[in-house]
């Protein structure tokens, strides 16, 4: 990638446009719809975990892989450290630290604290395409993982009046 110059300004706003997709991101998957995370990657965008040899590429093949996550599913991101390079008015790049707290099998209510069940980074490209900023790809290093926890039905809490 080059370093094309850029004007300050518009430079601190592709910076702010591209975290911003990436806090998107994350809340599409804890608190919104997850299948529209699709709508944030380029249509030929992929998602990629190396260590687990997942590659998934397109916004179809992302939409039904993201939209496949279980309904029971609980999960909260956490992510800090997101630095933003911006390489050229329509490129950038970026890296940040996650960690997902996540169990299965929820019914409602509030949970015991739990461990992360993972953490580590993310890659990112983004371009810069008709007017705004998507993923073009998104590649998750893990430094600690482990399988999603499943609740029983014994320690679901109990609705509240």
Do not use: K
């Not at 990436?22 to 998957?29: E, G, Q, S, T």
């Not at 790049?93 to 169990?103: C, D, N, P």
């Not at 580590?120 to 999603?148: K, Q």
């Amino acid at each position: 990638m080059t370093n094309e110059p850029m004007d300050r300004l518009d430079q601190l706003l592709a910076e702010r446009a591209c975290e911003r997709l990436l806090i998107d991101f994350l809340h599409r998957l804890d608190l919104g719809e997850p299948a529209s995370v699709a709508d944030l990657f380029t249509p030929d965008g992929t998602w990629e975990w190396p260590e687990g040899e997942r590659r998934i590429e397109g916004r179809d093949a992302l939409r039904a892989y993201f939209a496949s996550r279980p309904a029971d599913r609980l999960s909260r991101r956490m992510c800090s450290n997101i630095l933003v390079d911006i390489h050229s008015p329509t490129t950038a790049t970026a890296i940040s630290y996650f960690a997902t707290y996540r169990v299965d099998g929820w019914t409602g209510g509030i949970l015991p604290p739990r461990l992360p069940a993972n953490a580590g980074h993310y890659e990112d490209t983004f371009r810069h395409e008709d007017g705004r900023w998507l993923l073009a790809s998104r590649t998750l290093h893990l430094a600690f993982g482990g399988p999603t926890e499943r609740l029983r039905p014994a320690e679901a809490p109990a609705a509240r009046d």
